[in-house]
């Protein structure tokens, strides 16, 4: 799956010049937390964040009252408070890599460019949408963790024993076992009974984990 199947296009963005009162406002009316900031040539120069905005905002202690915090949010630029020269991806990059570069980074999101252009902003809201849809996870089914050998033909073992029993894998995830020979593998099957399919983990690996979900 690439950037360009779960990115939110044509962001809304901000000018650099706005007020960070404009940018709490765009932001409450959208429902959103992150804009992208742009120049007056509308080149991509930063990323204002609701955390910016708190951090920018005087504290419940101080001693102004509302309409002198209105004055001087709405004279604070958004390019004064804005994280600059964000990190960003392009539309054909995989969503594991930007995944990898938000959670390397603590980054939030990542603005998506084209030629320059921004086309899409990737967030960790998309990410999460993604990994539900990943693992079927609105959809009833068996799900079972089963430590495996990492040996060649191990999983394909596994999956044609469920197909022999008619059932249909929906997600099919591997990860590190702990160690170097095994792989963790979750699947998520219908059409197959709870009895058959625990029994083929078992033949095939260690199973971990079986539940109707």
């Known amino acids: 799956m690439l950037v360009r199947d779960v990115m939110t296009k044509n962001p809304i963005t901000i000018d650099s010049k706005a007020s960070i009162l404009e940018a709490k406002n765009i932001m409450t009316k959208n429902n959103i937390n992150k804009l992208p900031v742009l120049d007056k040539g509308g080149a991509l120069i930063g990323i204002i964040t609701t955390n910016d905005l708190q951090r920018s905002t005087p504290s419940d202690a101080t001693t102004l009252d509302v309409y002198e915090m209105g004055y001087l949010l709405s004279k604070l630029s958004v390019e004064k408070c ?15 890599e930007a ?20 086309v899409g902003i990737i967030t960790d809201s998309d990410l999460f949408k993604m990994f539900i849809e990943m693992f079927g996870t609105r959809e009833s089914g068996i799900r079972v963790t089963i430590n495996m050998s990492d040996e ?15 059932g249909k894998i929906i997600s099919l995830v ?13 699947v998520k099957a219908v059409d197959i009974s709870m009895a058959d399919i625990e029994e083929i983990a078992r033949e095939c690996g260690c199973v971990e984990d079986i539940r109707k979900i």
């Open 82 to 96: 804005m994280t600059k020269n964000p990190k960003t991806v392009q539309p054909g990059e995989t969503v594991e």
């Open 99 to 118: 995944a990898r570069i938000m959670a390397d980074n603590d980054f939030g999101c990542l603005p998506v460019m084209e030629n320059k252009l921004i």
């Open 174 to 186: 591997t990860s590190p076992a702990s160690d170097t020979e095994h792989r963790i593998v979750t």
């Open 152 to 166: 060649c033909g191990s999983l394909s073992a596994f999956t044609e024993r469920v197909a022999q029993k008619k």
